[in-house]
């Protein structure tokens, strides 16, 4: 084997969202690694205000705060999805977008509705992509930072309800289901079927090349 540059991550870790989807996915990509998950809402544990400028940024203060606040390793998500057309909106002002009532049908309409006043109803003006940051942080404060994305189109109208946030609008490159039509399983990707689809899927790969190891 390789020699590791990174730190193995052991033992408990805190999943640093308060997304219950994210959480469900987070917990899925861990679990064949034998670390031990609790979540953030497990521990009774706040949100911490995201004044990050990027994905990355915003991943550091969340699992940052968690890990500061429990003396565990933390790992948290930040995501979204980029609208070529919009300017790479919303960007990371995805939770935003939906508002306090975390209304995604009002925020996936509101995309649709801009895409609309620009004439874009074409696929390839209907360009998208989700970006994951996953960040891990020790409580002594060493990070370790792993980014992806996956490429696709914005659909209207949405389809399926097996995902959360954005999935029903959004179909990958190369697939015929939307996100909101995958089981977890296909929307992960991941190997024996496939080597990882969705942005977070594709940068947990890089995080347990580097960080985990199997037991
Ligand atoms: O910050 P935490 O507590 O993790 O939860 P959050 O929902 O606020 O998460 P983010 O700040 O990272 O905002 C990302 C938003 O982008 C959307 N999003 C991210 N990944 C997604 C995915 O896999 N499928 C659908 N929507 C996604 C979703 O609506 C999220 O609320
Ligand atoms: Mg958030």
């Known amino acids: 084997m390789s020699a590791r540059p990174h730190r193995l991550l052991t033992g408990r870790l805190v999943v640093a969202t308060h997304n219950a989807g994210k959480l469900r996915e987070m917990r899925e990509l861990v679990a064949p690694y034998g670390v031990e ?26 699992a940052a ?32 977008w939906a508002g306090p009532d ?31 940051a996953l960040c891990v942080v020790w409580p002594d404060g060493h990070r370790e930072d792993f980014e992806a994305r996956v490429d696709g189109v914005l659909v209207w109208p949405p389809r399926g309800n097996l995902g959360f946030g954005y999935d029903p609008m959004f179909l990958p490159d190369g697939h015929a289901l939307t996100f909101g039509e995958m089981s977890s399983d296909e929307k992960h990707g991941l190997p024996p079927r496939g080597k990882g689809l969705s942005h977070r899927a594709r940068a947990f790969v890089k995080l347990a090349e580097a960080c985990l190891e199997r037991p």
């Open 102 to 132: 975390k209304d995604f049908a009002r925020a996936m309409a509101d995309i649709h509705e801009k895409l609309v006043a620009l004439g874009a109803s074409a696929p390839a003006q209907r360009r998208a992509h989700f970006v994951s």
């Open 37 to 62: 998950a609790v979540s953030a809402g497990e521990l009774g544990l706040g949100e911490p205000e995201e004044t990050g400028t990027t994905f990355r940024d915003n991943a550091h203060i969340k």
């Open 65 to 96: 705060a968690a890990a500061a606040a429990t003396g565990l390793p933390a790992f948290a998500d930040d995501s979204g999805l980029a609208v070529e057309a919009l300017g790479g909106a919303p960007g990371i002002h995805s939770a935003r």
